[in-house]
């Protein structure tokens, strides 16, 4: 089945660390994306790519950095600059008209 | 003023009850809406599309008002598994813009 395989699902970092998060889709999608839920907030885009070798900030891109060398992977690093990192973390795909999105199971950081 | 409102909620109804969540959208140049439902600490799915002349799958009926610029989503007869946290997404396609509601959470009550 297709779909979008996010790992770890649980991650401990500590402070001044960088942590890569990966996010892995066989659903031939042109565009991955990268958001961050904080606790009874909504999602906030990170950064986006729509297609390989490209990518673009989002909303909150400090301190995170992501590559797209494959069209199927899309990593985030979270690093040691990124003051608040402990959050949920939500990779998501769409084709290139993006009609609806669909996302990962996620991965929660948590800074020890 | 955000892209997408929505009232956070939280909507507390018995089972059995009919629910309506709104969302406002800003930008008059969005082309579409979805509708999706987020359980807690899971991953936000996909529950409808929004269609411009209103659609309906089983006890949740979806509605675009264009002019006013708000999309609802409306549940009949409650169940206790519909709690969750109901995000509303407007995409405009011209700009590549995917914008989230914060989401409004409903609890359903015995």
């Known amino acids: 089945d297709g779909g979008i395989t996010q790992s770890p699902k649980y991650l401990f970092r500590k402070e001044g660390q960088n942590v890569t998060l990966s996010c892995e889709q066989n659903l031939n999608h042109d565009a991955m994306y990268w958001y961050r839920q904080d606790p009874g907030q909504g999602l906030r885009l990170i950064y986006y790519s729509q297609i390989v070798n490209d990518f673009q900030k989002g909303d909150i891109a400090e301190g995170y950095s992501v590559s797209r060398e494959k069209k199927e992977s899309f990593p985030l690093t979270v690093t040691s600059a990124q003051k608040n990192p402990t959050a949920f973390y939500l990779c998501?795909?769409?084709?290139?008209?993006?009609?609806?999105?669909?996302f990962g199971s996620g991965t929660r950081l948590t800074v020890v | 003023r955000k892209e997408v409102e929505q009232d956070p909620g939280p909507f507390n109804v018995p089972e059995g009850a009919t629910v309506a969540f709104n969302c406002t959208y800003s930008n008059s140049a969005s082309q579409s809406f979805f509708w999706y439902r987020q359980d807690c600490r899971k991953e936000p799915k996909l529950l409808m599309s929004?269609?411009?002349s209103g659609n309906e799958d089983g006890r949740f009926t979806a509605q675009l008002n264009r002019a006013s610029q708000y999309i609802s989503l409306l549940i009949r007869d409650s169940k206790l598994s519909d709690s969750a946290t109901y995000l509303c997404?407007?995409?405009?396609?011209?700009?590549?813009?995917?914008?989230f509601g914060s989401g409004t959470k409903l609890n359903v009550k015995p």
């Open positions: 998501a795909s769409s084709t290139a008209r993006a009609y609806g999105y669909t």
């Open positions: 929004v269609y411009s």
């Open positions: 997404v407007v995409i405009v396609y011209n700009f590549n813009k995917f914008y």
